[in-house]
């Protein structure tokens, strides 16, 4: 398997050698030169295998250049009980009305990143043994999505996260479960100002080639063709506990905001997987729906963007669509990377016209929708009255969402990215229930924590790397 860029400008390379790296030379998104096809047949022998074992099955047409012993060595490792809390890793329960739920997360920082992560934290390790190199990787978060890439890199040789947090703007919990760390090659800074404050510092550093170089600065963002191929599993997997018999339509629904999560669908669908309908669920920065509803898409400035109680969806721009339009496109890169300069020049692109868009949903599968803090509110509190259970904010939203789109006879997988406990408070305020702690974190608030602070400062943050990477 050889992996180009969606806009044309890179040379074909191998899983192992885009792995370490964020976008193309050309400012494109890796893709992959086929998907692979699964047949109904190889589907039904895969009905048995460990989650470990599917991992592999599906990653195999994709990392071909790792040696297969080594691969299977890594998603054994990977998925295992003790890390997931569970032998299913991804279980699946009813929920009602013709839906199931998708337990995403109950990996070590109770939301679906960790999934591709840690498998990430294995591959980077791997990785960078066999070419003998290092990696740093930088990184600013609001709360989530660093401490997932921490719980996955900690104690990993050769690589080391420096992850900027905004000083006195998290959560208690969240700084707990950050900072509690201690492991020497995980380095959380706390910068006196707002999350963006953060971002800014983390591009500056990047756009320094020289330092970057020399650091050996890297990303984990959610472009990562590792992470999107690790994702693609779960559907796989999901499928085949909630199929009837296989062969039959299963639909899918998914809290979405940069794209990577139903990509990684889009992706399971084109290699064979029965999909029948991939739901974008979307909360008020409702970028995705108004493409997949009008053919038009806007990138949001930060201004535009809001803030809201399902916050890992509050995004301006979904970094990952460019993969799902590079497919819509009929996989020309000459016609993607049109319309990327239409959206540079004119900030937006409008394929209503486009007889390719007409096949959105009936082609690909592709139907969407959004959700307001008042349809959480109101989700949340229904699923509590009539199941008893929690669920996070951004399921809701994806729960809200799919309703209209549940066929009878076809399964509607929501996809779970977070529990309850991470989003307290909006859970409080929907059911008057304060969401249990799960028992390895509780106390965690009371752990001694491991963080230095830094002013705003460029300089400052590129002082402290350059002292912490030679030890
Ligand atoms: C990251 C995240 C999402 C959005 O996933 P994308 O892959 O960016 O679309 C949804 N919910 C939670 C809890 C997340 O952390």
Not at 305 to 322: G, L
Not at 415 to 428: D, P, Y
Request: hydrophobic share 40%; net charge neutral.
């Amino acid at each position: 398997m050889k992996y180009f860029s969606s806009r044309g400008g890179m040379q074909p390379q191998s899983f192992s050698e885009i792995l370490l790296e964020g976008l193309a030379p050309d400012g494109g998104l890796a893709v992959p030169d086929h998907y692979p096809q699964v047949s109904l047949a190889t589907l039904e022998s895969w009905k048995n295998l460990r989650y470990g074992e599917l991992a592999f099955e599906v990653l195999k047409h994709y990392a071909t250049d790792i040696p297969q012993a080594d691969l299977t060595a890594l998603t054994t490792k990977t998925y295992t009980e003790a890390v997931y809390g569970t032998e299913a890793i991804t279980p699946v329960r009813d929920l009602f009305d013709g839906m199931k739920v998708l337990e995403l997360s109950n990996g070590p920082t109770l939301a679906f990143k960790d999934m591709a992560m840690q498998l990430l934290g294995n591959l980077f390790e791997y990785q960078l043994a066999r070419v003998g190199q290092e990696l740093n990787i930088l990184g600013a978060t609001s709360g989530d999505t660093g401490s997932a890439a921490e719980y996955a890199m900690r104690g990993k040789k050769g690589v080391r996260v420096f992850m900027l947090s905004p000083a006195g703007k998290m959560s208690a919990f969240q700084r707990a479960q950050m900072y509690s760390l201690q492991d020497p090659n995980i380095f959380n800074i706390a910068v006196e100002g707002l999350f963006d404050d953060c971002q800014d510092i983390v591009k500056a550093v990047s756009e320094d080639l020289p330092f970057k170089s020399r650091q050996k600065i890297g990303t984990v963002n959610s472009i990562n063709w590792g992470r999107i191929s690790a994702q693609v599993v779960y559907y796989f997997n999901a499928y085949l506990r909630v199929a009837a018999k296989v062969g039959d339509p299963v639909s899918f629904a998914v809290p979405s905001g940069n794209f990577g999560n139903v990509l990684a669908g889009h992706i399971a669908r084109m290699m064979g997987l029965p999909i029948r309908k991939l739901v974008v669920a979307t909360n008020e920065n409702n970028v995705l729906d108004e493409f997949f509803k009008t053919g038009v898409y806007r990138p949001r400035t930060s201004k535009e963007t809001h803030i809201t109680s399902s916050p890992s969806m509050d995004i301006s721009k979904a970094s990952n669509f460019e993969r799902f339009v590079y497919d819509l496109m009929g996989r020309d890169p000459k016609a993607l990377k049109a319309l990327w300069d239409q959206l540079a020049k004119d900030g937006k692109f409008d394929l209503s016209a486009d007889p390719r868009f007409k096949e959105v949903e009936a082609k690909y599968g592709f139907v969407s929708g959004c959700s307001t803090h008042a349809d959480r509110l109101n989700t949340i509190r229904e699923v509590y009255q009539r199941t008893g259970t929690l669920i996070d904010t951004h399921t809701a939203d994806a729960v809200k969402v799919a309703k209209p789109y549940v066929e009878v006879g076809v399964p509607m997988v929501v996809l779970e990215t977070a529990l309850a406990v991470k989003f307290a408070e909006t859970i409080e305020e929907a059911t008057g229930q304060v969401p249990p702690v799960p028992k390895a974190f509780e106390g965690i608030e009371k752990l001694p924590q491991r963080v230095v602070n830094m002013p705003i400062s460029v300089d400052a943050v590129k002082q402290f790397i350059a002292t912490h990477t030679h030890l």
